[in-house]
């Protein structure tokens, strides 16, 4: 890959592939795109136990780059997606890069290069104006949502047994429970027809199900995301549509290899916080008893497959201390050689802010694409410690660099519910053999990542690297020593949800310390205590999944009235937002009841998919609680 400059940007570029190279690539696109498409049309009855495609673990890195044809030629690299991000056509770069085509890929392209291809009188190519841009954009791109639109869930009802249930014994939260339900219906997608007839001109990738997407900008499937919308679905009572949307990222995994953190193509590259089995384990909990047993034999072996990848691809091996021994536990390290399409511009320039302390923008991209996987997008969680001056500065990210609690603890839960979920099946040596991982993984934890000081699990940095292997040979694996990082998180927390264990004599201290570090507030529970960075996953931004995780994780180890605490809190923020906005936000300030969050790439966004589905669990914990 060679670097093409000119006084004014750096791009990525290959060199031209041959003819014949360029319509096989083409072709071989519009083959894989159509299967994709044909089987997104397929009817939901059908996604049994055949109805899943072979299994696979999918490869190591998948660089959105400019031998890939087709739709990743326009919105994953090139010149016209370089343009139109940094010269900012769009206030979001999330807008192009959603619109589809209206013409071919191929066909685009060369309008593109006819067009914009001439040479300025010193030879060099002159640049397009932003005008002239936006002209083009509007010639040849739809304006978002062609690809994929709204749809009524199928099993939505206006007056659901929860709202029946809030009417009567818990009426102050009423008009707020109302809008939840609505809202999750007008949050309700599908692919569009038009999407699975035209493959080669959208980003879109097509799912076989409805889904409900978070709202705002975001309007496709999310993995992690999805966790917290179904369990609200479930108490709402559309246990087929949240079925549906499990299956949607079950269908992505078999078809790629792995869950991308959503469904564009410009998410292949990554995934998300691997939150399937637990996706799993609520919707099999929602469903008849005779019909389970079907539908796990169908989906357990994709999730021991998502578990191998996550091993394979997301892992790394660290030395004891004191010994020669190491120990294995896993990070988010996305391979990535350019910006994310979706923030190309403000990736340019966090990468150009890291050079002039000798950073590569290689480096960067990768640290901001493995933050993005992490679903902390972004946190000073990732930023340097080392230097004071720079702990508040994104140009310091280097998540590839951190082993994170909460990955390792939802890793964890992961290996406990495979286990069971294999037991149910009576298949004896696949859940021992997960149960066996799960005490390792929980003893590895407790080995590198808990802080006797703190009274908690901290992240953990990398340090120095070696190989294993033979002196002077290339054959081994990598080795690393490491320290424990001081920062203050609410991901510390994760492994108390997670189902492990404190260590002997540290309970009493780990609470206190949880409410002494300036976590809680009357607004709900802030991502971190301390200096704020500016960015949306530190203080004062309480994100409505941490408010689940901690609630959920103070009722496994007995603390309900502190549980009750977070509930309470949550659900007045919630009647606040609906009452005085009429609609929910995807964050909230902590110290600031019903009051939207703030910072990050992005405005605030308002829908929003997992905000209702937390919302809806707390209100059917609520009334679980007064019975």
């Given at each position: 890959m060679r670097i093409r400059k000119t006084e004014h940007y750096s791009l990525i570029s290959e060199p031209s592939p041959s003819k014949l190279d360029k319509y096989l690539l083409q072709a071989l696109f519009t083959i894989v795109f159509a299967m994709a498409a044909a089987f997104a049309s397929t009817d939901s009855s059908m996604l049994g136990d055949e109805g899943l495609p072979g299994s696979r673990t999918g490869p190591q890195k998948f660089l959105l780059?400019?031998?890939?044809?087709?739709?990743?030629?326009?919105?994953?690299?090139?010149e016209l997606l370089h343009f139109v991000q940094t010269l900012k056509i769009f206030p979001d770069g999330k807008?192009?890069?959603?619109?589809?085509?209206?013409?071919?890929?191929?066909?685009?392209?060369?309008?593109?290069?006819?067009?914009?291809?001439?040479?300025?009188?010193?030879?060099?190519?002159?640049?397009p104006s932003p005008s002239q841009l936006r002209e083009f954009v509007d010639e040849y791109f739809w304006p978002a949502g062609k690809d994929v639109e709204a749809c009524t869930p199928l099993d939505w009802v206006s007056n659901p047994p929860l709202l029946s249930a809030v009417q009567s014994r818990l009426p102050q939260y009423l008009s707020m429970s109302q809008g939840l339900n609505g809202e999750a219906a007008k949050l309700c997608r599908r692919t569009s027809a038009w999407a699975k007839e035209n493959p080669q001109q959208t980003s879109a990738l097509p799912v076989p199900h409805n889904f409900v997407v978070p709202g705002g900008r975001f309007g496709e499937?999310?993995?992690?995301?999805?966790?917290?919308?179904?369990?609200?679905?479930?108490?709402?009572?559309m246990v087929n549509t949240a079925k549906g949307c499990v299956e949607n990222?079950?269908?992505?995994?078999?078809?790629?290899?792995?869950?991308?953190?959503?469904?564009?193509?410009?998410?292949?590259?990554?995934?998300?916080?691997?939150?399937?089995?637990?996706?799993?384990?609520?919707?099999l909990s929602a469903m008849p008893r005779h019909s389970r047993a079907e539908w796990l034999n169908s989906v357990l072996p994709v999730l021991i497959d998502e578990h191998t990848w996550f091993m394979k691809h997301r892992s790394v091996n660290l030395r004891l201390e004191g010994s020669s021994g190491m120990v294995t536990l896993n990070r988010y390290n996305v391979e990535n050689e350019s910006p994310r399409p979706e923030s190309y511009n403000e990736d340019v320039e966090t990468a150009a802010a890291a050079a002039s302390r000798g950073e590569s923008n290689t480096t960067i991209w990768s640290a901001l694409a493995s933050g993005a996987e992490s679903g902390w997008d972004f946190s000073s969680r990732w930023f340097s410690e080392s230097d004071p001056s720079m702990r508040q500065q994104l140009s310091s990210i280097s998540t590839n660099s951190i082993v994170p609690v909460c990955l390792n603890a939802i890793l964890l839960r992961n290996e406990r519910i495979i286990s069971e979920l294999a037991a149910e099946q009576n298949n004896a040596q696949i859940s021992e053999h997960f149960h066996t991982l799960a005490m390792q993984r929980e003893e590895t934890m407790r080995q590198i990542m808990w802080s006797d000081e703190k009274a908690r699990w901290q992240d953990v940095e990398l340090l120095a690297e070696t190989r294993t292997g033979t002196s002077g040979s290339s054959v081994g694996s990598s080795v690393f020593d490491f320290r424990r990082r001081e920062g203050d998180y609410l991901s510390s927390f994760y492994p108390l949800w997670a189902g492990a264990s404190i260590p002997h004599g540290f309970e009493n201290k780990l609470f206190s310390s949880m409410q002494a570090s300036g976590f809680f507030g009357s607004g709900g529970v802030q991502t971190s205590s301390g200096v704020p960075s500016g960015q949306q996953w530190d203080t004062p931004n309480a994100w409505p999944p941490l408010q689940e995780i901690l609630h959920s994780a103070l009722l496994r180890h007995g603390k309900t009235e502190e549980a009750a605490v977070i509930r309470d809190s949550y659900l007045k923020a919630m009647a606040f937002s609906w009452k005085n906005n009429g609609t929910f936000f995807e964050k909230y300030l902590f110290n600031e009841t019903g009051k939207t969050g703030h910072g990050g790439e992005y405005v605030p966004q308002d829908g929003f998919g997992w905000t209702i589905g937390v919302a809806a669990t707390f209100l059917d914990e609520e009334l679980r609680a007064q019975s």
């Open positions: 780059d400019s031998s890939m044809s087709g739709p990743y030629r326009i919105y994953c690299t090139g807008s192009f890069v959603d619109m589809p085509m209206k013409e071919p890929a191929d066909v685009v392209s060369q309008a593109f290069a006819k067009r914009f291809d001439f040479p300025s009188q010193t030879g060099e190519h002159e640049h499937t999310y993995y992690w995301d999805t966790y917290w919308t179904i369990k609200g679905l479930v108490s709402l009572g990222l079950l269908y992505l995994k078999q078809q790629y290899g792995f869950v991308p953190n959503g469904a564009r193509i410009y998410y292949l590259n990554r995934s998300q916080p691997p939150m399937l089995p637990s996706m799993v384990q609520v919707v």
